[in-house]
């Protein structure tokens, strides 16, 4: 930990900017001046235009630098032209492209020492220095900084000085010489005191904390407040930033976690107060491994995220053979009298090193052939085993057609009491293998990662027990019993139904299968902290101990008679299904029986003690829990029984969300705004009739499709609920297949709402008819955005507060009316309007895009890209 520490610092530190620039100007005021001037001074602005530039566009930095060169060049001012190089070369840096960089440096160190300048000369090799780090030539980078120091030192340069020996000293670290590097700080600790440059000591004791990290751990403290206090002082945000990363990290290392991420949040709160380099990245990641350490996982994949983010926008790698040709190149041109007395003997160097050369790529070439064999060979095996799944599946859902059609027909004769035994016997038949199918099914999605647990509010036992009812003919035919001991506590948790539903039946379904006639099976249930404990315990012939690491595999089954029959599916299911949970199962088999242990992580909705899904106010007992993806119901219904027969019809289709009158109603959709309702007309303190005024007489409710159910099946109660505004009257008592219909229907139009609205966003209409919609509401928050779309930190906020209401209620309303979330929808405001103005040529990219609430271009550039699939560019060139 402390070697990374030291290491980590010293990366921080090494990529610092080492040019003096001028105070910022903004852009414009720059390029005014620069008109305006002549000679020497339009030089110097020109390199504070590519300073100005250098963090977010190198290129333009890279253009203002040659700019002012060609100034230099020929007004012959030396000075303009080795800080032209030092500019360009740092700019190619930052594009991370180093075969550039180091032709650019080695350009201006040329003119540099020609000229004895230096401090420029010590810039130049600070340049280099950075690049050889980057290619991790350690042992060059530290000889180069060493020139640099030195350069800066006899140059009176004491701030550069005091970064470069910072940056040496953390090559010496690297190497473990923890010795040296507190030496060589002190040394420039020394000089900076001696010549009265205490404001630049904040970067020293840093580097000392991070030194004595390594040997002397409790010392680092006292210099990382020491950095805090000096960079406090003269207001050095770097080295601040650095000692809050670096006390962070050593908190990190003492499992102090508190601290720790004080500490780092304090490093990024000074770091968002600079232009986004290599620091960002690195913080993010610091602080994500934290919260990872702490269990936080939410926190640490959202830093993740943002890392990765980071990195994508200002990290690339270059081949590294390439600039150490350019480099020997360089050193060939500057010492060419010398290659030619030693002609011979270099090349018979050079020969031997071409034939290691050739060697090492032939091997690499091979090694990475034999690589991508390999990889093709697992690539094959997985689409291999991915097209077997999906034949497996095809055939089953064909099997499900003609099931269907066998069992809907017993059904029918079942109802005429005919032949009844025969009846039952083919309906369990035909049960059994439609289990079979649905098996099989389950399978092969969770083989390919497609099965999805579905979290129920309610009571375990409950629901076990009605798991096992299932099983009480199969186990009174076989004259086996069924011992229950379910320990219950009388509260209600949630857990994943459909698989403990599995579970539970494929163990106890191989319980009944193997046990004697005129045994036991004892289900065992009980909760242990936030842990529902499952056990099946029977009397058959036991699993041999060879075959008790086997029986989990998908297919396997081991020696059985031939009339036990199966498919080796279930107990591969089952653990499949555990692991999916969180779950554990432990397996203890003898002569004498089989116990099958399971452990499950419930919540606990009282103590809610365990993270699980959310589960919304209202849902009864195995009701649906709240999907994004998954529109929500409002059931409105006093009687239980009819709730519960609703709830049923629509629960695959539909979140349901259940009250029991129209006041309770309007609650509910003031704090979950559904995406539909349904209401029973006839209820206690508030009926359907006046459930429906409230909802259509609200601005933000008046959209939500209304269905009303009623034993008021007359016309006149039909037509007073349409006329109130209900889109559906379904009479009770009803078909569930009108009901289904009725509502999807509603639903569906409303997504062709959606996506007629969405369409119209690609007509050739102008700004002002494309985005406007047939809902006042949309046209309101429309109004909002257009009024401030100028201001970049018009965001969810302000809009909600303009209009009055809560940030979740405008983004079910907005996503229900447009199919756009809240966020999205203002881009896309922006975005569109971005677009006509492109069109109209109201200004370049960068003005519009400010225009249009964009403070970044490079960020409007990828928006407007993502929205309408070409550039801003692209799309003046070609309308």
Not at 417 to 427: A, D, G, V
Not at 452 to 478: C, I, R
Not at 634 to 652: G, Y
Request: aromatic share 10%.
């Amino acid at each position: 930990m402390r070697s990374v520490v030291g290491r980590f610092l010293f990366f921080l530190v090494l990529l610092f900017p080492l040019f003096l620039s001028a105070k910022e100007q903004p852009a414009d005021s720059l390029r005014n001046l620069i008109e305006a001037a002549k000679g020497k001074r339009k030089g110097e602005l020109n390199l504070e235009l590519a300073n100005f530039y250098l963090s977010e566009y190198p290129d333009s930095s890279i253009y203002y630098a040659e700019k002012a060169r060609a100034i230099g060049k020929e007004i012959g001012s030396h000075v303009l032209v080795i800080r032209s190089y030092s500019g360009a070369g740092e700019a190619y840096q930052k594009q991370n492209k180093l075969k550039e960089a180091i032709a650019s440096y080695l350009k201006g160190l040329d003119l540099a020492e020609k000229h004895h300048e230096k401090s420029l000369a010590g810039t130049i090799y600070n340049g280099m220095g950075v690049c050889y780090f980057l290619m991790n030539d350690a042992r060059k980078s530290e000889s180069y900084m060493k020139r640099a120091a030195q350069a800066k030192k006899e140059a009176n340069d004491y701030q550069y000085y005091a970064l470069i020996a910072s940056n040496i000293a953390g090559l010496q670290i690297m190497r473990q010489s923890f010795d040296e590097s507190v030496k060589t700080l002190k040394e420039a600790e020394k000089t900076l005191r001696k010549n009265k440059q205490e404001h630049y000591l904040a970067t020293i004791y840093n580097s000392l904390g991070a030194a004595y990290q390594s040997i002397q751990p409790d010392s680092c403290i006292h210099y990382f407040q020491l950095s805090l206090e000096y960079a406090d002082k003269y207001k050095d945000y770097q080295a601040q930033m650095n000692a809050y990363q670096n006390l962070g990290d050593y908190y990190f290392s003492r499992k102090e976690y508190s601290a720790a991420i004080s500490y780092m949040k304090q490093a990024i709160a000074v770091n968002e107060k600079r232009p986004e380099d290599s620091y960002k990245p690195a913080l993010y990641e610091r602080i994500s491994a934290l919260y990872d350490s702490i269990g936080d996982f939410k926190n640490a994949y959202s830093y993740k995220k943002l890392e990765t983010e980071s990195r994508k926008r200002i990290f690339s790698v270059e081949k590294q053979k390439e600039i150490e040709e350019l480099e020997i190149k360089y050193e060939s041109e500057k010492k060419e009298k010398e290659i030619q007395q030693n002609k011979q003997e270099l090349e018979r160097k050079n020969n031997q090193q071409n034939i290691l050369i050739f060697l090492a790529v032939f091997l690499f070439l091979v090694a990475g052939f034999i690589t991508y064999l390999i990889f093709q060979r697992k690539r094959i095996e997985r689409q291999f085993e991915q097209d077997k799944l999906r034949l497996f599946e095809n055939i089953f859902h064909e099997i499900r057609t003609p099931l269907t059609l066998i069992n809907g027909p017993i059904q029918v004769l079942k109802q005429q009491k005919k032949y009844p035994e025969e009846l039952e016997l083919m309906e369990r038949n035909s049960n059994k293998l439609i289990h079979l199918v649905n098996e099989l099914l389950d399978a092969s999605r969770l083989g390919k990662g497609n099965y999805k647990l579905h979290y129920t509010t309610g009571n375990p036992w409950e629901f076990m027990a009605s798991v096992m009812d299932q099983f009480a003919a199969e186990s009174k035919s076989k004259d086996i019993k069924i011992i229950r001991q379910l320990e219950e506590t009388g509260e209600n948790y949630s857990f994943p139904s459909n698989a403990l539903e599995k579970i539970l039946s494929n163990l106890l379904g191989n319980a009944l299968k193997y046990s004697p006639v005129k045994s036991a099976i004892t289900v065992l249930s009980k909760i242990e902290g936030n842990q529902l404990l499952l056990k099946v315990v029977d009397n058959g012939p036991g699993i041999p101990k060879k075959d008790q690491k086997k029986v989990f595999r998908r297919f396997f089954r081991g020696k059985h008679p031939e009339s036990v029959s199966g498919t080796g599916i279930g107990l591969s299911l089952v653990k499949e299904l555990v692991e999916l949970a969180g779950g554990t199962i432990e397996l203890q088999s003898s002569q004498y029986g089989t116990v099958f242990q399971v452990s499950i992580p419930l919540k606990n909705i009282r103590s809610g003690s365990v993270a699980t899904e959310p589960h919304e106010i209202g849902i009864e007992p195995y009701g649906s829990i709240e999907s994004e993806d998954i529109p929500v119901l409002l059931l409105v219904e006093d009687d239980s029984d009819m709730a519960a027969f609703s709830r049923s019809v629509l629960k695959d289709e539909f979140t349901i969300i259940h009250a029991k009158n129209g006041r309770e109603g309007l609650e509910l959709i003031r704090e979950k705004l559904p995406d539909i309702v349904l209401s029973d007309v006839m209820m206690p303190e508030m009926d359907g009739i006046e459930f429906l005024k409230e909802i259509r007489s609200d601005e933000l409710t008046n959209h939500l499709p209304f269905v009303l159910f009623s034993a008021k099946s007359s016309l006149e109660s039909r037509l007073k609920g349409l006329q109130q505004g209900a889109d559906g009257y379904v009479a009770k008592p009803f078909s569930p297949e009108e009901l289904k219909l009725t509502i999807r229907n509603l639903f569906e139009t409303l997504q062709r709402n959606k996506e007629a609205y969405h369409t119209s966003m690609h007509s050739g209409k102008t700004f002002e008819e494309r985005i406007k919609s047939q809902n006042e509401y949309v046209n309101k928050v429309i109004a909002c955005i257009i009024q401030k779309i100028d201001d970049s930190d018009y965001s969810v906020n302000e809009l909600s507060d303009d209009l009055a209401v809560s940030r979740s209620q405008l983004h079910r309303k907005l996503a229900a009316l447009t199919g756009f979330s809240t966020t999205n929808f203002i881009r896309m405001v922006r975005l569109e309007k971005a677009k006509d103005l492109l069109l109209n040529g109201d200004g370049n990219i960068t003005e519009i895009a400010y225009k249009c609430g964009f403070n970044s271009q490079s960020y409007f550039t990828k928006s407007f890209t993502e929205h309408f699939g070409k550039s801003p560019s692209h799309l003046i060139e070609n309308p």
